[in-house]
């Protein structure tokens, strides 16, 4: 059984913009509100084509899904096992691939471990995925041959960062628990300070309380590392907040410990020389560090934002970041700005963000670099609020791009953002019935169920006959695992908050008795999937929220 530690999940990786580490577009009732239309066609613009959709060279010789052989040659050679969790259709991955894994110093690395690359629709891949703890793409895991974790490696570092992550791996097999124990004790030599300043700890599921067990080591890492190791100090710092302001403890000590970490973080933004190289933790703090920082230090909130519109500005220009980590920072810009200043966003600055964009996407061209672009570009835009510059990008991808129900996905959500329903769910069920993979169809299947009960929740007919397709995706063994039973548990809820309205019992009746044939055909030995495959509608049963 793999070592694995309980983490609070933050939006502090690579996979931010896509709603936990590799999902599939935010619901946008939960992201932003706009006006409906009554238009349902779609705008377009007369972009440029890229020529060829980005090829997957990168990990090409790696081991796929083979994870008992990678392991059985990590004992043979005594290597460590590098694990990489991702999906086809992931941009985040495709960032990862085009702009780490095909570098050269990172090539050379790679020789001295087991590459092993496991995709989430892989056979057993989900089941896979609870015995070492991950749920979001990309993760990436560096594990010894007992399958004890050294460090999960997020996305989204300076490009130099990760040879040298590898390096402290490949050099110091302690597991990642024991150099935590270390910082309570405030004993942390210069590679330690390294690998807890650059561990993903954003890529793990969490209780409150071990949140805040965490928070407070890191804190403590922070104070131990800032002597010697200023920048790795600023990234405990970044991290330790990043859980804190997500608590909701209001005692007098839990109030002005979150403000202490609130200041640190004001007071690093502040140092240019430090914020910019630790770019890409702060840019993913977000909304609620903004809010905890208005609450805890409204004075200093025009400073804050200065520095914050500085740093990220810096980090847009900064050739060691990838292209679509140059669109998220300032994306990140603009989050502040729409957080901190009641005038929101300048108009010079959303200008300056459009030619970002134009700017972005003609240099990566038709390259491996296109597809994170492309999120960004996305995302960015929609910080905006420009929803049909938008929506006219994710258009002009469906011809190229080797998933292109993972922008129909994208054009459903900017459809449903202009209010656009028809068209939006005319692509959800588009989007799932062009999608493959097991986990990935029933992904996509979820996502096309609640726009109806959403966005057309008295069409009751269209409702069930949709669930019950979705629901088919599960039938055999294997299949209720991970993201598969997060995604099962989200029907769950969606529906029973429908069927609260007098009437809909029929359908609930209808696709508990579907479920039911699913779970007789569920193997006795999978007892945790049994388990969630019936609790599904139970009657008296309630998946916590």
């Known amino acids: ?114 590459p092993v690359y496991l995709d989430g629709d892989d056979a057993g891949a989900q089941r896979w995925a609870e015995i070492f703890g991950v749920a979001g793409y990309p993760t990436v895991l560096a594990l010894a041959p007992d399958r004890t974790e050294l460090a999960r490696i997020a996305g989204g570092m300076p490009l130099e960062v990760y040879a040298e992550m590898l390096d402290l791996v490949l050099g110091d097999v302690r597991p990642l628990d024991d150099v935590l124990a270390a910082a309570r004790s405030a004993r942390l030599s210069e590679n330690d300070c390294r690998r807890l300043a650059y561990n993903g700890w954003g890529l793990e599921d969490a209780s409150d309380e071990r949140a805040l067990e965490l928070a407070a080591a890191l804190e403590k890492a922070a104070d131990a590392c800032a002597g010697h190791m200023p920048v790795e100090s600023a990234r405990l710092t970044v991290a330790a907040a990043a859980f804190a302001v997500q608590s909701t403890a209001e005692s007098p000590d839990a109030i002005a410990w979150q403000r202490r970490l609130v200041r640190g973080v004001r007071e690093i933004v502040t140092d240019p020389e430090r914020s910019v190289a630790i770019a890409d933790a702060l840019r993913e703090l977000g909304d609620e560090y903004f809010s905890a920082a208005k609450t805890l230090e409204p004075e200093h909130t025009r400073d804050l934002l200065e520095a914050w519109t500085h740093t990220m500005d810096e980090a847009a220009r900064d050739a060691r970041f990838s292209p679509g980590d140059r669109l998220a920072a300032l994306r990140s810009k603009m989050q502040a700005f729409s957080a901190l200043d009641p005038t929101g966003v300048p108009a010079s600055l959303a200008a300056d963000a459009r030619r970002a964009v134009d700017e972005t996407l003609g240099e990566v061209g038709a390259s491996p670099a296109r597809r994170g672009a492309v999120n960004g ?67 996509w299947g979820v996502n096309w169920v609640r726009g109806l009960l959403r966005m057309f ?89």
């Open 1 to 114: 059984m793999t070592q694995r530690r309980q983490l609070l999940p933050l939006s502090f990786v690579i996979a931010a913009a896509c709603a936990a580490c590799g999902e599939s577009p935010p619901s946008p009732a939960e992201t932003a509100s706009f006006a409906p239309q009554t238009d349902d066609a779609a705008p377009s613009a007369a972009l440029p084509k890229p020529t060829r959709a980005p090829s997957r060279d990168a990990i090409a010789g790696w081991l796929r899904g083979e994870i008992d052989a990678a392991f059985a040659t990590a004992h043979a050679e005594s290597k460590p096992v590098l694990l990489y969790w991702g999906a086809e259709w992931c941009p985040y991955c495709a960032d990862l691939e085009a702009h780490v894994f095909s570098r050269d110093d990172v090539a050379r690395k790679l020789s001295l471990l087991v």
């Open 377 to 443: 570009a996305i995302n960015l835009l929609v910080a905006l609020g420009d929803i049909e510059s938008a929506y006219a990008i994710a258009e002009n991808e469906l011809a190229s791009s080797r998933t292109p129900y993972y922008h129909m996905a994208d054009l459903a959500w900017l459809d449903e953002m202009m209010g656009r329903y028809g068209a939006a769910i005319a692509w959800l069920e588009r989007a799932y019935r062009a999608s493959s993979g097991p986990a990935t169809r029933f992904q």
């Open 457 to 545: 929740p008295e069409d009751e007919a269209a409702i069930r006959d949709a669930a019950l397709d979705v629901l088919g995706e599960l039938e055999g063994p294997d299949k209720i695992y991970r993201r598969t039973r997060a995604r099962l548990e989200t029907l769950d809820e969606s529906l029973r908050e429908w069927a609260a309205e007098p009437g809909r019992d029929d359908t609930l009746d209808a696709l508990r008795r579907r479920m039911s044939s699913i779970c007789d055909g569920i193997p006795e030995h999978e007892n945790d999937a049994l388990a969630s495959c019936k609790a599904f509608l139970a009657v008296g049963a309630q998946h916590d929220a």
